[in-house]
């Protein structure tokens, strides 16, 4: 890209002597070539090169006419940039060290009547100090009413133009007078044509895999920023035209580009596939590209930013080793049912209130691994769903069938938490780490014996004294939240078994997970009375017990585990016998004190002992 960017004396040597008595601009020679590129009109002149030599941005001297005898000429001086990008003029005016510039500007209700401005000509004005408020002109070095100059920029499109006139207020020994180019002695002439550009386009990633797909369509309005190859702000554009941007005028050197995301978007995996011509070049992080270096005459049009509506997911998949993590070569689990709640589902994944159902199968991961298969993803943006608390599931009905012999058990890891349901919290962000990892286990078992501990030689552990208790209705609960608390949330038994003549009871086929085990408090019509639970220090032969109904035990149990520790001691009442009517004597023995009852299940023991029957629990 060549830029041509000149000012010129129209009157000659004459012209230039003159100006030099009048307050004109002032040039020892031909007027240098100003630089190229964009500056920040924020009083900051950091980013601006004072160098004279002809490598900074100097343009020219403006000197202080000499209208007040015996005052001293100050000198300021002026730098130019040109930005052919966006066709816009900056302008940096410094007086000299010793001296101030008076930041009085004019009469605030004609802003035509300005002391510090840009013009062509006399009337034509381009930026001024009223401009302060739209951010086309700042001061610079301001303290009270004096600074060390200003910063200015206007658009100002390529072309020849006419008396150029920039005008500043010098305070010099107490007086206030203008220093500036003259009016009518100097003309502008800006020519651009490009050499370097960067582009190219932003598109929304449907299927989320980081290349540009057929049917797949650009996005218009996204900012674009412009860096240099330090990280420093140059300037910004919006993608349009079907989601193009361009930044051109570039002079070779080293570039970056950043891309803002638009509300409810997040970016696309980086640089999949082997063209850059169609992939995401925009980090998921920080949505900058790497350097990107122009030569000469180079127009580089591949770095392109793939953006996805904010979504969550991710994958189920074959934990082949059990360790929970995605290693790389474990395969996903296709063609599994998915399930996304409002609220905890508990073990009814699947069930009626779910929100949105997914299939799971072939994809693109959004992990850096970029697994294709077992994917699910929930479109949370694009389906509407707010910013909140979201379970996600996975019907375990729907996984392919295990090895013969072998159940699958969830897997805890670095990958997945091993819970099912999962609840997520969604902050309108991308959410892909929602993976569930299965491991093919030997199925775990929970049993095993309820004995009588008898009356007269109890003592709470299990001996050869004691005999087994047949009959005995066992069941079988999923310990649902919140666990280790037998309530309704439990809902019905999963399994239930009825003890042996050994007493012996047994549940297989176990997934790990939590359970409860219930023993009914009756077997036919005697009383279970439980012994004193967890006596002593050996847990084999100890009753797991508690001393009052309901008689439950709470039993974790991991994978391919078989805890068959979980005893019930119990020492049997007398057989009772139980009346819808009866009549009976008193306790104290008079006969002539009857008593007649009619209540269905009322128990009687002894004599003037009652008690309540529990009728037995059904599945």
């Known amino acids: 890209m060549s830029k041509l960017f000149r000012l010129m004396m129209a009157a000659g040597l004459i012209g230039a002597l003159l100006g030099v008595l009048n307050g004109a601009l002032v040039w020892a020679a031909t007027p240098p070539e100003p630089t190229y590129g964009t500056a920040v009109v924020d009083g900051d002149y950091g980013e601006w090169n004072l160098a004279e030599d002809g490598s900074g941005d100097f343009f020219a001297n403006m000197i202080k006419a000499s209208r007040h005898g015996g005052q001293t000429n100050v000198l300021s001086k002026l730098y130019l940039r040109y930005d052919c990008s966006t066709n816009t003029l900056y302008a940096l005016v410094l007086v000299e060290p010793a001296y101030e510039i008076n930041t009085y500007c004019g009469n605030p209700e004609d802003p035509t009547d300005a002391e510090h401005f840009i013009k062509l000509g006399q009337d034509t004005t381009l930026v001024s100090c009223n401009d302060i408020d739209a951010g086309r002109f700042a001061w610079v070095g301001k303290s009270g009413d004096r600074a060390q100059g200003w910063e200015a920029s206007t658009p100002l ?237 996975v019907d375990e009905s729907t996984l392919p069938n295990p090895p013969d012999g072998m159940i699958w058990a969830r897997t805890t890891g670095p990958h997945t938490t091993g819970d099912n349901p999962q609840k997520v919290t969604y902050e309108g962000n991308d959410i892909f780490s929602i993976d569930f990892g299965y491991t093919a286990v030997a199925p775990g078992s929970i049993g095993d014996y309820v004995w009588d501990d008898g009356t007269t030689a109890k003592n709470n552990v299990q001996d050869a004294t004691d005999t087994p208790i047949p009959n005995v209705y066992v069941y079988l609960y999923q310990d649902n939240a919140p666990i280790g608390q037998f309530g309704a949330e439990d809902g019905t038994p999963i399994m239930a078994d009825t003890t042996g003549a050994d007493g012996k009871y047994l549940f297989t086929g176990l997934p790990a997970g939590n359970y409860i085990v219930r023993v009914e408090d009756s077997v036919g019509e005697t009383f279970l009375n439980p012994v004193a639970q967890y006596y002593g220090t050996d847990r084999t032969i100890d009753s797991n017990s508690p001393l009052s109904t309901p008689y439950v035990e709470f039993v974790p149990l991991g994978a391919g585990e078989n805890n068959l520790d979980i005893d019930f001691g119990y020492s049997l009442l007398p057989t009772a016998v139980t009346l819808s009517s009866f009549a009976a004597r008193s306790s104290a023995g008079g006969s002539a004190n009857l008593l007649r009852l009619g209540i269905a299940g009322l128990t009687v023991l002894a004599a003037g002992s009652l008690f309540w029957t529990k009728r037995r629990a059904s599945l």
Request: charged share 20%; with cysteine; glycine share 14%.
């Open 157 to 393: 499109a390529p072309g020849s133009y006419s008396n150029l006139n920039v005008h500043t207020l010098v305070d010099a020994d107490e007086e206030n007078d203008t220093s500036g180019t003259h009016y009518s002695g100097t003309d502008l002439e800006i020519g651009c044509s490009p050499t370097c550009s960067i582009g190219d386009y932003v598109w929304h990633d449907a299927n989320m895999n980081g290349l540009q797909d057929a049917g797949e369509s650009g996005l218009d309005e996204v900012t674009v920023n412009l860096y240099d190859g330090s990280g420093n702000f140059l300037k910004d554009t919006t993608t349009s035209g079907g989601g193009y941007y361009i930044f051109d005028y570039l002079v070779p050197g080293d570039y970056q580009v950043g891309f803002v995301l638009p509300e409810d978007y997040n970016f696309s995996l980086q640089d999949q596939g082997g063209d850059d011509a169609v992939d995401s070049d925009a980090d998921q992080t920080t949505g900058k590209t790497s350097i990107i270096n122009l030569s000469a005459v180079e127009t580089d049009l591949t770095w392109d930013a793939g953006l996805h509506l904010c979504a969550m997911g991710d994958r189920v998949w074959h934990d082949q080793d059990g360790h929970g993590d995605q290693n790389g070569t474990e395969p996903g689990f296709d063609n599994v049912k998915v399930y996304l709640y409002g609220s905890d589902p508990g073990t009814s994944c699947g069930d009626s209130g779910f929100l949105e159902m997914r299939t799971t199968g072939s994809g693109t991961s959004q992990t850096p691994e970029g697994y294709t298969d077992g994917i699910y993803i929930f479109d949370m943006a694009d389906l509407g769903y707010p910013p909140g608390d979201y379970w996600v599931c």
